[in-house]
């Protein structure tokens, strides 16, 4: 099959570089808008079955307020504010522009309510409230618009006066996120150029992977512009579509060319060496594009459509990168032949011919062979150690105090956290089905909610139409572990008829919930694709299950390093994040699976040349130490190029977004260096050959479908390329990477 596909695309090179073209040409016609069509808001986060998002819908449709939309005005006065006071000029100019907003239904403010819980401690400041009705996201971005240019247009508001709340804060998200997205990648794409060229050892072959981002960034983007037909798709796809799709376009065009540039430094024709790459280096770039796709493919498992969003956003990522791979690349590969190492200095054009015996990487690997008991063991402890932290992780939601302080939802979200005693950003809302003559039950119910620890008040049930009553009950700290006790509580409480819960601290207990619930199927579906793709690629149930073994403390390695970098808040001024006190509770998910694809992606590279290797006579160990010398700088080259291009994720304003970079560049890292220099091949010295083991019936089954070897060829005769110059002749020497 692959040597079929070989010999297609060298004929229609031409075509398929066209086709190519004119895929980048569609796609950029169709995505211009998709940012528009982007979700960001909290309801991403929800499982749209879930008890909390039935009661906001009960409240939505009767009273015309949504829940999760809102504004909050922060007003700083000159003086001191109290609930029997007049209020001040800026007080009701904040007033009055909230009320003749016509998506306003409600304004809440201390003047008319005497509550002095939306007063500062400190009297200087209060924070008024505009419930809003259903709103689109351009809506949305329109109302933020005009809303701060009424706020710097009133000369009684201009220079004291901050919008926040939920709608603001969604538009900001926005705009923060493709900003630091173009400045990530305005610092990342000079840093590649330069160290592609030093990787690849050529500015021509160092182009190719750069081409291959973009090719895989715009075709992910064609296919999130379709998916939003179908589905709302959370803003979050773009970050890792943009660092995923370069990121792997360099792995994947990585092992290609250096593989390509090997055959041709044997002296092999452009065809004969492109066939023979195909076969070798494609086949891993496919099953490795299998593995990733695969684990991220588990997070469309998850109801919340941030994951499913992210999930699939990636599959499309990995898709394309491997289409380019597999098809752009190698027509590329056979247009340009030899040329492929021009514009490389001639110093850097001879390390493929040293023999193998005398590589760096083949010294380490017997080395660590030589100690395999002593390099597992210290391995292990290692990444137990960095894993450590994760003892004391804790979790929790999104809400617009991720906001950075640059941004005016930002310094709302901040200063309510800071300087309220009582945080006004919204009360355990109660949902009740009962009839219109359940209010004795309810009234009981209510003084039994407010005994519960931690309730600051209850107030009196009152109708939702015909059939449902809300109840509101304000809660200490809603933001921390005692609020999270004290919804629970209330939720265990006995109830005289169906009830729902909604409220920030409702919504992230809901969250948590659906993601328990759908965690193990997830695990299980994971685990099991993993273990079927690589008993495919190997022919041995003991390689995958090793494989599993490592992908999981390297990722536990990481996760420990996060928790204390971010949670810990040790790297806070590096990074430049405030305290957060715990990981938001999705990015675990999705880490863990983008990391665990991505390891067990690194580990095929591998695992392709130490089988060519044993299907070629070499012995158990020497199979490993060809293997790591031949992929062991490409591995490493390959971790480091990912990194920079995941890596400046880490310096995005939005937490969520940081997590997420550093979470997956230290995963790559020590992937590339602990557990692939040090823990494979220790443990692969171990077992030995019983490392290729697997049952009889499955081996015979894998023998049968053909998935035992390597396509076979006949060692061609070394002759001339016909697109090579007489005076090229001697590039056929060229080292490669």
Same mark, same amino acid.
């Given at each position: 099959?692959?040597?079929?596909?070989?010999?297609?695309?060298?004929?229609?090179?031409?075509?398929?570089?066209?086709?190519?073209?004119?895929?980048?040409?569609?796609?950029?016609?169709?995505?211009?808008?998709?940012?528009?069509?982007?979700?960001?808001?909290?309801?991403?986060?929800?499982?749209?079955?879930?008890?909390?998002?039935?009661?906001?819908?009960?409240?939505?449709?009767?009273?015309?307020?949504?829940?999760?939309?809102?504004?909050?005005?922060?007003?700083?006065?000159?003086?001191?504010?109290?609930?029997?006071?007049?209020?001040?000029?800026?007080?009701?100019?904040?007033?009055?522009?909230?009320?003749?907003?016509?998506?306003?239904?409600?304004?809440?403010?201390?003047?008319?309510?005497?509550?002095?819980?939306?007063?500062?401690?400190?009297?200087?400041?209060?924070?008024?409230?505009?419930?809003?009705?259903?709103?689109?996201?351009?809506?949305?971005?329109?109302?933020?618009?005009?809303?701060?240019?009424?706020?710097?247009?009133?000369?009684?508001?201009?220079?004291?006066?901050?919008?926040?709340?939920?709608?603001?804060?969604?538009?900001?998200? %926005?705009?923060?996120?493709?900003?630091?997205?173009?400045?990530?990648?305005?610092?990342?794409?000079?840093?590649?150029?330069?160290?592609?060229?030093?990787?690849?050892?050529?500015?021509?072959?160092?182009?190719?992977?750069?081409?291959?981002?973009?090719?895989?960034?715009?075709?992910?983007?064609?296919?999130?512009?379709?998916?939003?037909?179908?589905?709302?798709?959370?803003?979050?796809?773009?970050?890792?579509?943009?660092?995923?799709?370069?990121?792997?376009?360099?792995?994947?065009?990585?092992?290609?060319?250096?593989?390509?540039?090997?055959?041709?430094?044997?002296?092999?024709?452009?065809?004969?060496?492109?066939?023979?790459?195909?076969?070798?280096?494609?086949?891993?770039?496919?099953?490795?594009?299998?593995?990733?796709?695969?684990?991220?493919?588990?997070?469309?498992?998850?109801?919340?459509?941030?994951?499913?969003?992210?999930?699939?956003?990636?599959?499309?990522?990995?898709?394309?990168?491997?289409?380019?791979?597999?098809?752009?690349?190698?027509?590329?590969?056979?247009?340009?032949?030899?040329?492929?190492?021009?514009? %490389?200095?001639?110093?850097?054009?001879?390390?493929?011919?040293?023999?193998?015996?005398?590589?760096?990487?083949?010294?380490?690997?017997?080395?660590?062979?030589?100690?395999?008991?002593?390099?597992?063991?210290?391995?292990?402890?290692?990444?137990?150690?960095?894993?450590?932290?994760?003892?004391? #992780?804790?979790?929790?939601?999104?809400?617009?105090?991720?906001?950075?302080?640059?941004?005016?939802?930002?310094?709302?979200?901040?200063?309510?956290?800071?300087?309220?005693?009582?945080?006004?950003?919204?009360?355990?809302?109660?949902?009740?089905?009962?009839?219109?003559?359940?209010?004795?039950?309810?009234?009981?119910?209510?003084?039994?909610?407010?005994?519960?620890?931690?309730?600051?008040?209850?107030?009196?049930?009152?109708?939702?139409?015909?059939?449902?009553?809300?109840?509101?009950?304000?809660?200490?700290?809603?933001?921390?572990?005692?609020?999270?006790?004290?919804?629970?509580?209330?939720? %265990?409480?006995?109830?005289?008829?169906?009830?729902?819960?909604?409220?920030?601290?409702?919504?992230?207990?809901?969250?948590?919930?659906?993601?328990?619930?759908?965690?193990?199927?997830?695990?299980?579906?994971?685990?099991?694709?993993?273990?079927?793709?690589?008993?495919?690629?190997?022919?041995?149930?003991?390689?995958?299950?090793?494989?599993?073994?490592?992908?999981?403390?390297?990722?536990?390695?990481?996760?420990?390093?996060?928790?204390?970098?971010?949670?810990?808040?040790?790297?806070?001024?590096?990074?430049?994040?405030?305290?957060?006190?715990?990981?938001?509770?999705?990015?675990?998910?999705?880490?863990?699976?983008?990391?665990?694809?991505?390891?067990?992606?690194?580990?095929?590279?591998?695992?392709?040349?130490?089988?060519?290797?044993?299907?070629?006579?070499?012995?158990?160990?020497?199979? #490993?130490?060809?293997?790591?010398?031949?992929?062991?700088?490409?591995?490493?080259?390959?971790?480091?190029?990912?990194?920079?291009?995941?890596?400046?994720?880490?310096?995005?304003?939005?937490?969520?977004?940081?997590?997420?970079?550093?979470?997956?560049?230290?995963?790559?890292?020590?992937?590339?260096?602990?557990?692939?220099?040090?823990?494979?091949?220790?443990?692969?010295?171990?077992?030995?050959?019983?490392?290729?083991?697997?049952?009889?019936?499955?081996?015979?089954?894998?023998?049968?479908?053909?998935?035992?070897?390597?396509?076979?060829?006949?060692?061609?005769?070394?002759?001339?390329?016909?697109?090579?110059?007489?005076?090229?002749?001697?590039?056929?020497?060229?080292?490669?990477?």
């Amino acid at each position: 099959m692959l040597t079929a596909l070989t010999a297609l695309l060298q004929r229609h090179k031409r075509l398929v570089l066209l086709a190519a073209t004119a895929v980048l040409v569609v796609a950029g016609l169709l995505t211009a808008d998709l940012s528009s069509r982007l979700t960001n808001g909290l309801e991403d986060y929800d499982d749209p079955s879930g008890g909390n998002v039935a009661a906001r819908e009960v409240i939505r449709d009767v009273t015309g307020i949504d829940p999760q939309q809102g504004y909050m005005l922060l007003v700083h006065a000159d003086t001191a504010l109290a609930p029997d006071a007049a209020p001040p000029a800026a007080v009701t100019e904040a007033i009055a522009l909230l009320r003749g907003r016509g998506e306003v239904r409600n304004v809440i403010d201390y003047a008319s309510t005497g509550n002095a819980g939306l007063i500062a401690e400190d009297g200087t400041s209060t924070v008024i409230v505009g419930e809003v009705g259903p709103m689109s996201d351009q809506a949305a971005i329109d109302a933020e618009k005009q809303m701060q240019e009424a706020i710097e247009a009133n000369p009684a508001l201009k220079g004291r006066t901050e919008l926040g709340g939920a709608t603001p804060a969604h538009t900001q998200l %926005a705009n923060v996120t493709n900003e630091d997205l173009g400045i990530s990648e305005t610092i990342a794409t000079p840093i590649l150029l330069i160290l592609l060229f030093l990787v690849f050892r050529g500015l021509t072959a160092a182009l190719l992977p750069m081409l291959g981002g973009a090719f895989a960034i715009m075709l992910t983007l064609l296919g999130m512009r379709g998916l939003t037909e179908l589905m709302n798709v959370s803003s979050g796809g773009l970050n890792l579509a943009f660092a995923l799709g370069l990121g792997l376009s360099i792995d994947f065009s990585l092992l290609i060319v250096s593989r390509f540039r090997e055959e041709l430094a044997q002296g092999r024709s452009t065809t004969d060496a492109l066939r023979r790459t195909v076969n070798t280096a494609g086949r891993t770039v496919a099953f490795s594009s299998l593995t990733v796709a695969a684990a991220l493919a588990t997070l469309a498992i998850f109801p919340q459509s941030y994951l499913r969003s992210m999930g699939l956003a990636g599959v499309m990522t990995v898709v394309s990168a491997a289409v380019f791979a597999l098809l752009v690349l190698p027509a590329l590969l056979a247009a340009l032949g030899h040329r492929v190492n021009s514009l %490389a200095p001639k110093s850097w054009q001879r390390r493929a011919e040293r023999p193998a015996e005398q590589g760096r990487w083949y010294r380490v690997a017997t080395t660590v062979m030589r100690r395999g008991g002593l390099f597992t063991a210290l391995s292990v402890l290692i990444l137990l150690v960095l894993a450590s932290p994760l003892l004391g #992780v804790k979790f929790a939601g999104v809400d617009p105090s991720d906001m950075p302080g640059d941004v005016s939802s930002g310094k709302v979200a901040h200063a309510l956290e800071a300087d309220f005693a009582n945080s006004p950003t919204g009360p355990l809302q109660i949902v009740v089905e009962a009839p219109a003559d359940a209010a004795p039950s309810l009234a009981a119910y209510s003084a039994e909610v407010a005994k519960v620890p931690g309730i600051q008040g209850v107030s009196t049930p009152r109708p939702l139409g015909p059939d449902h009553w809300q109840i509101d009950a304000a809660v200490n700290n809603p933001e921390g572990d005692a609020g999270e006790t004290t919804v629970r509580a209330v939720q %265990a409480l006995p109830t005289p008829h169906p009830t729902q819960y909604t409220g920030q601290t409702a919504d992230l207990l809901a969250q948590r919930d659906a993601i328990s619930d759908t965690l193990p199927t997830a695990a299980i579906t994971l685990v099991a694709l993993t273990l079927l793709l690589l008993f495919v690629f190997t022919g041995s149930v003991i390689v995958p299950l090793m494989a599993l073994l490592l992908n999981a403390l390297s990722v536990g390695a990481a996760f420990g390093i996060l928790v204390w970098a971010f949670q810990d808040g040790n790297l806070a001024g590096f990074l430049h994040f405030t305290d957060v006190r715990a990981l938001e509770q999705t990015s675990p998910i999705l880490l863990f699976a983008l990391a665990f694809g991505l390891s067990t992606d690194y580990n095929l590279f591998l695992l392709g040349r130490v089988k060519e290797a044993r299907d070629n006579g070499v012995g158990d160990r020497e199979a #490993v130490a060809l293997g790591i010398e031949r992929t062991g700088r490409m591995v490493t080259s390959a971790a480091v190029l990912f990194c920079i291009a995941v890596g400046a994720l880490m310096f995005s304003r939005i937490t969520l977004i940081a997590e997420l970079g550093f979470g997956t560049t230290l995963a790559v890292l020590i992937d590339a260096t602990i557990v692939r220099a040090m823990l494979v091949p220790s443990l692969m010295g171990l077992l030995g050959k019983f490392a290729w083991w697997s049952p009889k019936p499955l081996r015979a089954l894998h023998s049968k479908l053909g998935f035992d070897k390597l396509e076979k060829h006949d060692e061609p005769a070394v002759v001339p390329d016909s697109d090579v110059k007489p005076e090229a002749e001697a590039d056929k020497k060229l080292a490669g990477v």
